[in-house]
């Protein structure tokens, strides 16, 4: 109880910081998952789940709300264990068991966090994955680096091995900005380089995979070329790091949407902040043409944007299915045709 209530601490502590205003979910059903969805990747159907448990401890990020899905207080292992045996019973799960490739295992935090994440639950969880999805090939679990220890990687990574078909182990971290200032001084990441490529060095030696994600336009006071051009040197920068390491990394490129209760929904409001237009996120992913690295596209605002604050308009829903073709393909000449207007 202790560890639940210095955890608590600390979310309030980043939510006051960073002048967030949103509600924590504390009526959810713990019995219950906070999300999922299925998406289509080159490595095929790829099962997104977020558990619902206590929040980010972190909880500074300037334009996120994402923990306004999960609680304020701490979620014990039993929920934990009875989220995992109900999402294995729904009906939707169980129908495509056989098909998943993929499972990226979420909290809106980092579920190596054993204080936010039941260490028992997550085992427990392996365990299932092992037992009801035999074609699993991937998983990706999401954690902010200062959680990931190699020690419990190589446990876990035995574990998946244990599965009918052999199955990888995938770290996603939030990087939000490549630009050290805007990820940090204005977005509030707490993420330098050095930490970074410290756990990339760590994932390599064992042969883990790597996610990245980030978010396009992620604060006020950047033009949509600046929001561009930081996506294109995150590419490079990363293209070099995977090189020269031999690690398999994914770039999750989220455009900003903006989130309610927090500063970019204030500077939104004042006229101040617009989000990226869908052609400039293809201007900015195209960059990833053959480079050693794979991009994926997301396009859901998760129905935590303020009105009028997503970045799906109806003048662009005609780009939504040839991204997430290209989501499935890799195929860059589907940006191209999205960077230019219809019929040209």
């Known amino acids: 109880m202790r560890e639940s209530n210095a955890v608590k601490r600390q979310i309030v502590y980043g939510n006051t910081k960073a002048g967030k205003t949103y509600n924590f979910n504390q009526d959810h059903d713990p019995s219950q998952i906070a999300q999922m969805w299925f998406q289509n990747s080159p490595e095929g159907l790829v099962l997104f789940v977020v558990f619902y448990t206590q929040a980010c401890r972190w909880s500074r990020c300037l334009g996120c709300n994402l923990p ?24 939707e ?17 980092s579920v190596l ?28 679990m999401e954690s902010r680096p200062e959680y990931v220890e ?15 078909t052999p199955t990888g182990l995938e770290i996603a971290i939030g990087f939000e900005a490549f630009d050290d200032h805007i990820r940090n001084d204005v977005f509030d990441k707490g993420l330098t380089l050095k930490a970074f490529e410290s ?16 978010m396009q336009k992620p604060v006020p006071g950047i033009s949509d070329d600046e929001a561009v051009t930081d996506i294109h040197k ?12 031999g690690t398999t990394i994914n770039i999750h490129l989220n455009p900003t949407y903006v989130a309610t209760g927090t500063a970019l929904a204030t500077a939104f409001t004042a006229g101040d902040y617009l989000p990226p237009r869908l052609e400039d996120v293809a201007r900015a992913a195209v960059a990833g043409r053959g480079k050693p690295l794979s991009i994926f596209i997301g396009l859901s605002d998760e129905g935590l944007a303020v009105p009028g604050g997503s970045f799906l308009r109806p003048e662009n829903q005609w780009m939504v299915d040839p991204m997430e073709e290209f989501n499935r393909t890799q195929n860059f000449d589907i940006l191209e045709t999205i960077t230019r207007p219809p019929g040209k």
């Open 93 to 109: 799960v169980q129908k495509h068991l056989k098909d998943v490739k993929k499972v990226i295992i979420s909290n809106n935090g």
């Open 234 to 245: 995150a590419i490079d920068y990363l293209s070099r790091v995977s090189a020269e390491l």
């Open 199 to 214: 756990l990339a060095e760590k994932l390599a030696k064992y042969n883990f995979s790597l996610k990245c994600y980030f």
């Open 113 to 140: 966090d054993e204080d936010t994440f039941s260490s028992t639950a997550l085992m427990y969880l392996v365990a299932r994955l092992n037992q009801f999805m035999p074609n699993l090939s991937m998983v990706c």
């Open 68 to 91: 306004s899905k999960v609680s304020q207080e701490h979620v014990d292992y039993k929920s934990l264990i009875q989220q995992v045996d109900n999402l294995f019973a729904d009906p």
């Open 150 to 164: 190699v020690a419990e990687l190589e446990f876990i990574s035995r574990a998946l091995a244990e599965g009918d």
